[in-house]
């Protein structure tokens, strides 16, 4: 289906935020939002009438290597660039 810059589902922002070892503080001030605003998201499914605060999410983790891609039959995943994960705080590579 193809990479988007925008997460479909707010379990996808969980996924990147964890991989990349951010805090929901971190997030929010990388992405302009309320911390709330952040971990509101994550726990729903992503609404069109708060468009603008995935929009905003999906941008400040494109912007570390971060992408989401829809899978078909309704899947999704988020797709890590090698430099995305080598400049997490942990090196959540080493994890893996």
Do not use: C, W
């Not at 998201?41 to 708060?50: F, G, S, T, W």
């Not at 039959?73 to 942990?90: M, Y």
């Amino acid at each position: 289906m193809g990479t988007r810059p925008r997460p479909d589902h707010g379990r996808q922002i969980a996924a990147a935020r964890a991989v990349l070892r951010m805090s929901t503080k971190d997030l929010a001030a990388a992405s302009g939002l309320h911390e709330k605003s952040v971990s509101y998201n994550e726990r729903k499914r992503l609404l069109p009438r708060y468009a603008h605060a995935a929009d905003s999410i999906g941008k400040a983790l494109t912007g570390l290597g971060v992408s989401f891609e829809t899978r078909a039959g309704g899947g999704f995943a988020v797709v890590f660039s090698a430099a995305a994960v080598e400049a997490s705080p942990t090196n959540a590579a080493a994890r893996f």
